[in-house]
């Protein structure tokens, strides 16, 4: 089973679906239509839609922890190619969801992460290895470039 696509909610879809996939290193598809369309692998796709949440999102709210959240595994090397973008740009980061703008990492399960938020106040996080962690024997290696 695979998820196919999910709904981001934004205030404006083009700046936050570019903004992540600036920092995320992917393109958003051209002509926008009701959604802005961020492919991220081959099996999914970040649907942006200029949609206000009935609780007043979206935009992360610290004194009720309201909020989008979306967690991404990347390799050790994409991870430092987007920690090195955000930090190129200025984007405050963290480590934590409530923690999102201390400029820190996390390390946890033998990787590291961070959280940004983007224009919109929704939390994106990367991690080098997922919660439920590896299976053993499982490895990372680097993906050799197409000739």
Known sequence: MLLDHTI?????????????????????????GHFAQLPINESLTLDFADEIEDWGGPGFDPMVGKSHHFAFVVTPWEYDDIL???RADGIPYGSGPFRHTDGREYTARGGRGVY???????????????????????TQQPVEAEA
Do not use: C, W
């Not at 934004?10 to 002509?31: C, E, I, W, Y």
């Not at 929704?122 to 499982?138: D, L, R």
């Open 116 to 138: 940004f938020e983007d224009p919109a106040g929704n939390i994106f996080e990367v991690m080098t290895v997922p919660e439920t962690g590896y299976p053993e024997g499982f």
């Open 8 to 32: 981001v909610p934004a205030r404006d879809k083009v700046a936050s679906a570019q903004f992540v996939g600036h920092v995320l290193g992917r393109t958003m598809k051209p002509n926008p």
């Open 84 to 86: 090195a973008r955000i």
